[in-house]
């Protein structure tokens, strides 16, 4: 299918377009689109274990505000736009170097899928988990990344049924604030994010206020706005009320089982383990949504339920009932390592096959050789 996208959003029209074109006259042409997409997400990646390796359970910001030294935060900054940069030209230069391909499309959303919430869990170094004074807790974290992860299901659910991707608001702004929030940290220290600012509010208040106003207000009702527009102008790609829901069912049955999870866990999961829990979270969210892009993609119908919905309805079940007993840790640390290493194949194998099936290779723009 032909790829299309509509962008409205005045800060990505009149700011960060312009610096996109400018950017994009100094990449060579023999560089691979899908090499810019990749190169960012590895940056994205790198700056999370680095964070993480300074700040595992989220707690360097509270306690001892020193903890992570200012080259990080700088490095984050710098991370983050140049992902943020190269997201945003590799379609630039895709079409620049005329080749624009299905696999090319996949391997973008596909990695915006992970990189989604491994943007937010390195912010979260940021404001640091509640101790009592500062923070946020590991509950607003979990419903903040998955009000995110909403967000983006959204889009791809839009575009399932409509076959036109509408750029979301929330992207350009979220990836602006960011930048910002890691120069202000780097700048002036993690202790800005721990004085009210306005009111008793602290600045991750406001953040939080923010989007979750801007994600129930201003991106779901344009979602359902545009589908309807759709369907007035029968435009939809699916009749049945039926089909056009399908994509929800996984990503909302994989929302519940966790929440469940967090919510009844006797060795209270989240608390021990924010970090182990929430990247588990945002890599079963990402390989539910690539089915979704897939079926989008290929015009076909997504199963009912996502096969990883089983292995964790089982897990979760051992855990509220107490059969793992004092290893929930342990077994979600395994779990975890499973969940990732079950992502990375998939995506392995649909790059391949896809690489095989189109006749191109995927960091390069030379031709693969017919057999």
């Known amino acids: 299918s032909q790829y299309s996208a509509v962008d409205t959003n005045p800060l990505s029209v009149y700011i960060m377009q312009p610096i996109w074109n400018k950017i994009i006259k100094i990449v060579p042409l023999w560089i691979a689109p899908n090499l810019l997409t990749f190169s960012g997400f590895v940056m994205i990646l790198f700056n999370y274990f680095l964070i993480s390796f300074y700040d595992w359970d989220y707690t360097a910001s509270g306690t001892s505000p020193g903890l992570v030294p200012t080259w990080v935060w700088l490095f984050s900054a710098f991370t983050t736009f140049c992902a943020y940069a190269l997201d945003s030209i590799d379609g630039k230069h895709a079409r620049r170097t005329q080749s624009s391909t299905p696999l090319g499309e996949l391997f973008d959303h596909g990695l915006d899928s992970w990189a989604t919430s491994i943007f937010v869990l390195s912010f979260f170094s940021v404001c640091s988990r509640d101790n009592g004074k500062t923070g946020v807790s590991v509950y607003t974290m979990y419903i903040y990344l998955s009000i995110v992860l ?17 750029l979301p608001w929330g992207y350009d702004i979220s990836q602006v604030v960011l930048i910002a929030a890691y120069l202000l940290t780097g700048a002036v220290g993690v202790e800005v994010w721990q004085k009210p600012l306005l009111f008793g509010y602290y600045i991750t208040d406001v953040l939080v206020i923010l989007l979750i106003g801007f994600s129930l207000f201003l991106s779901f009702p344009q979602t359902l706005y545009n589908i309807h527009r759709a369907h007035i102008k029968k435009t939809l790609k699916n009749d049945s009320l039926y089909e056009g829901l399908l994509p929800l069912v996984s990503p909302l049955l994989l929302f519940v089982l ?13 608390a021990k383990q924010p ?29 009912l339920f996502h096969w990883f919905l089983f292995p964790l309805a089982l897990v979760v079940y051992a855990a509220i009932s107490g059969l793992l007993g004092w290893t929930e840790e342990a077994v979600l640390g395994v779990f975890t390592a499973l969940v990732t290493a079950a992502h990375v194949h998939y995506g392995v194998c649909v790059g391949r096959q896809l690489s095989e099936h189109l006749n191109i290779y995927i960091f390069s723009l030379k031709k693969r050789v017919q057999e």
């Open 258 to 270: 966790l929440t469940v999870w967090v919510v009844l866990s006797p060795s209270n999961i989240l």
């Open 150 to 166: 909403f967000n983006f299901m959204c889009s791809h659910w839009e575009k399932y049924n409509t076959g036109v991707l509408f």
């Open 275 to 303: 970090r182990l829990f929430l990247w588990m979270v945002g890599v079963a969210f990402s390989n539910v949504i690539c089915k979704v892009i897939i079926c989008q993609m290929s015009s076909t119908c997504p199963e």
